[in-house]
């Protein structure tokens, strides 16, 4: 009996917009390759990630890890129906050897090129998960790079920023206050586990742009990263035990309880019964514990992606390109580059589409480097 689902689009994806190599690949909304190489042992003696270093471990990793994908997923490199690639937002060196990649790849398989959104693809990968997205969809995305909540009605053409952060991203505020703590480099998967054994309650850390005139959707942790590190520092300066535990309850609970409490009263306001959360942080176990219980109290719908799928992977781009072969979205111009700003409102980069030059791709380079 045929399969039904090899009518659906077969998509290789590309992430390269911080320090993690993805390439995953996609058919239809089944996930069938996820190969990633990070390089964040590299970035961790800088307690930071370095963009050239991130970008050089691109380079390295590229041609390895579409094999390893292709060969995971057990198809060939000429079966594919088109290449995505992460365009922006992220770090420009980085994100351009994904998109020279990509060009390469498209061109030299004749393949059509599809330049995605970073984070309308971390909304997406949730379809790999728990099949279609509903429309509208409300999603919280949080990161190292981003705190946003994001209304998506249509995540190939039409996703809405309702609100971000101002400054410090929830992420970038796990990573300084696991640096305070002496905790290493990423800080989030630290945190939480030393929170788990710590008293969420012990320390009355500031809830930031949470009082009646702060904007609703908007956040903001610099406050908390500064309230904390200035905790920490008065109690080292009076010769006392800093408490770690209850210092990364503390902060990990006042962090959560902003970013659920806006993002329920986002879809309460919208009329939106389902919220997704994605990004880096959302592997945080506080975050989907308090995330439930708010939403269930709500009446809301929570959907959060397995934690792999949560942070940076080539997965969540496949995912998105394969929705834009699916719904017939205009393929990308040959002279796509990567934005480091694009903005969500472009989920993708169209262009005119060339067909020139498909003719003239020598066969050795497909066989050789991808079949």
Not at 3 to 19: A, K, M, N
Not at 300 to 317: E, F, H, Q, S, Y
Not at 319 to 325: F, K, N, S, Y
Request: hydrophobic share 40%; proline share 6%; with cysteine.
């Amino acid at each position: 009996m045929a399969d039904p689902r090899r009518d659906e689009p077969l998509v290789l994806g590309i992430e390269t917009s911080c320090d993690e190599t993805g390439v995953g690949i996609v058919r239809g909304t089944t996930l069938l390759a996820d190969a990633i190489a990070s390089s964040v042992d590299e970035h961790a003696r800088f307690g930071g990630v370095v963009p050239e270093v991130a970008s050089r471990a691109h380079l390295e990793a590229m041609v390895p890890t579409i094999r390893r994908a292709l060969k995971e997923a057990g198809v060939s490199a000429k079966d594919l129906d088109g290449i995505a690639v992460t365009a922006g937002p992220g770090l420009a060196g980085a994100l351009l050897v994904g998109v020279s990649a990509a060009k390469a790849f498209a061109y030299a398989l004749g393949k059509p090129l599809y330049g995605v959104n970073h984070l309308a693809s971390h909304i997406c990968v949730d379809q790999l998960e728990h099949g279609p997205l509903p429309e509208p969809t409300m999603a919280l995305l949080v990161s190292g790079g981003h705190s946003s909540l994001l209304l998506s009605t249509d995540i190939t053409a039409d996703v809405k920023p309702m609100g971000a952060t101002i400054d410090d991203a929830a992420g970038e505020a796990f990573d300084k206050v696991a640096r305070v703590l002496n905790l290493g480099f990423p800080g989030g998967p630290v945190i939480d586990r030393y929170a788990r054994e710590g008293d969420p309650e012990a320390i009355a850390f500031p809830r930031g742009l949470t009082g009646p005139r702060d904007a609703a959707y908007d956040f903001s942790f610099s406050g908390l990263k500064t309230a904390v590190a200035r905790w920490i520092e008065a109690k080292r300066a009076a010769g006392e035990e800093v408490p770690v535990r209850d210092v990364s309850a503390s902060f990990q609970e006042a962090v959560v309880d902003v970013l659920t409490r806006k993002a329920v009263r986002a879809c309460k306001d919208q009329g939106v019964d389902h919220l997704m959360i994605g990004g880096g942080v959302a592997a945080n176990s506080r975050l989907r514990a308090l995330a439930q219980e708010r939403c269930e109290a709500a009446g809301i719908r929570l959907r959060v992606p397995r934690p792999k799928l949560c942070t940076d992977n080539g997965a969540m781009v496949a995912a998105l390109g394969a929705e834009m072969v699916a719904r017939n979205r205009a393929a990308s111009d040959w002279d796509l580059s990567a934005d480091s700003s694009l903005p969500v409102t472009d989920p993708h980069v169209p262009g005119h589409q060339h067909t020139h030059g498909h003719d003239h791709v020598h066969e050795v380079s497909k066989e050789n480097l991808y079949s």
